[in-house]
């Protein structure tokens, strides 16, 4: 998967593996840039305990072009800028797919 300057909306899957040791298949949302670093969002494909329902993940994310790795993110203050650019990405994807009268 080649990554550019801008949001790449995929339909591409990747396992989890949490904490508890449960490996969860998850749908890559989207995968976009705030201050220079990319992150990724990530939606379970099923239920997973303790967790609400639509409840996703968000990850730091890098790739060399072929590979591509996943790290938590460490500080609230960078969790609350990934989380607002991709809320804001899904207002416009909403707002783009409104069908016209």
Aim: net charge negative; proline share 3%; with cysteine.
């Amino acid at each position: 998967m080649k990554i550019q300057k801008e949001t790449v909306f995929t339909e591409d899957t990747i396992s989890l593996l949490l904490d508890n040791n449960t490996e969860v298949e998850c749908d890559i949302l989207a995968i976009f840039p705030v201050n220079g670093q990319f992150y990724a969002a990530l939606m379970p494909q099923t239920a997973i305990d303790g967790y609400e329902d639509g409840e996703y993940f968000l990850y730091r994310y890098q790739s060399d072009g072929e590979n591509a790795e996943l790290s938590n993110i460490e500080s609230e203050a960078e969790w609350e800028a990934a989380e607002d650019k991709f809320e804001e990405l899904l207002d416009e994807e909403e707002f783009n797919n409104i069908p016209e009268k």
